[in-house]
Every structure is written in structure tokens, then in C-alpha cells.
């Protein structure tokens, strides 16, 4: 079994700066793409950023010039850094990656339980 598990939101205002991460622990062979998600509510579910093991960075059009992810391959992390925070910015925030549990399984999506982040105004 795998575990995503997320920490670093709370409230900031608006203009702030919070660090998200996510750590993943368990049954793992590799890990392939990783990233971060959010859901505000009454909307649906958007990707912020995905980072693959090479370092290919992907954002949402919303956030790009403003946060920033990274991950440590080492430590199986992910991580967020988000400056300029805006109020609509607030939602929960997920953690997903692709991981492979061992040398002869499938590729499987494994996601965190989420951490909110609200930003005031």
C-alpha cells in the first residue's frame, strides 16, 4: 500500500507565500509523474503543476509565473512553492503521482487526502 500524505496549508493573505509538500511512503519501485491538484468548492478538480522525473514542469495557466513545484527523487517528495497567493487561490489542494509498486506491476494513480489552503483578502 501507498501513502501520499500533504502538509504546509493553512491561511495566508492575500500577497503571501505558503510552501506545500507531500511525502510518499510505502510499497514503492518508482515513481513517475507527479503533482499537485486543487478543488475550490462547488468547482471541479484542476491541475496546478506536474513535474516529471526529469524535471519537466508543467502549470495551470492560473498559476504559472507564480508558483513553482519541484520534487526530490531521493526522498520520494513533491513540493509547491506558492508566491503571490490570490483569494482565488483557495481550495484544497491535492497531491497525485504515478507509481509503480513493483518491478512486474502496472503503473497505478495514487492520491493524497489533501490539504486546504485559504488565502483572505
Known amino acids: 500500500q501507498v501513502q501520499l500524505v500533504e502538509s504546509g496549508g493553512g491561511l495566508v493573505q492575500a500577497g503571501g507565500s505558503l510552501r506545500l509538500s507531500c511525502a510518499a511512503s510505502?510499497?514503492?519501485?518508482?515513481?513517475?509523474?507527479t503533482g499537485w491538484y486543487r478543488q475550490a468548492p462547488g468547482k471541479q478538480r484542476e491541475l496546478v503543476a506536474s513535474?516529471?522525473?526529469?524535471?519537466?514542469?508543467n502549470y495551470g495557466d492560473s498559476v504559472k509565473g507564480r508558483f513553482t513545484i519541484s520534487r526530490d527523487n531521493a526522498k520520494n517528495t513533491v513540493s509547491l512553492q506558492m508566491n503571490s497567493l490570490k483569494p482565488e487561490d483557495t481550495a484544497v489542494y491535492y497531491c497525485?503521482?504515478?507509481?509503480?509498486?513493483?518491478?512486474?506491476?502496472?503503473?497505478?494513480?495514487?492520491w493524497g487526502r489533501g490539504t486546504q489552503v485559504t488565502v483572505s483578502s
Open positions: 510505502g510499497s514503492i519501485f518508482s515513481i513517475g509523474a
Open positions: 497525485n503521482a504515478l507509481i509503480r509498486n513493483t518491478a512486474w506491476s502496472s503503473i497505478r494513480t495514487y
Open positions: 513535474i516529471t522525473t526529469g524535471g519537466s514542469t
